[in-house]
């Protein structure tokens, strides 16, 4: 069913987030003012949740493909797995799913 599969994707997610970022609360511990000065576009996941993220993908894709250095040719840098990701009392393992971050250049 399309609504069980939607609800446990967005469940996957939503756990994921606050894993990553306590629950919310990253934005406080690291702000200027504790000498962590970022901008929101540098925040994960700020391209999807801005429902962006196809489109700038292919932006650098389109970049990188231009570019005459060999090693610059692709908009991907690193992959790796993550056998845990845990945060507060919240964990995935990679006995329950298989999860690659992936790296971009930018």
């Not at 576009?41 to 999807?48: A, F, G, R, S, V």
């Not at 700038?56 to 250095?69: G, P, Q, Y």
């Not at 690193?78 to 990701?85: H, K, N, T």
């Amino acid at each position: 069913d399309t609504d069980d599969w939607r609800t446990t994707l967005l469940g996957w997610t939503a756990k994921q987030g606050r894993i990553l970022t306590d629950e919310g609360k990253a934005t406080e511990h690291y702000c200027s003012e504790r000498g962590f000065p970022f901008a929101s576009n540098e925040l994960p996941h700020y391209h999807l949740e801005r429902g962006d993220s196809h489109q700038v993908f292919r932006r650098w894709a389109a970049a990188a493909s231009s570019c005459d250095d060999q090693e610059g040719k692709s908009p991907i840098v690193g992959a790796w797995s993550r056998p845990l990701f845990t945060g507060k009392w919240e964990h995935s393992t990679d006995n329950d799913e298989v999860v690659y971050n992936i790296q971009t250049g930018s």
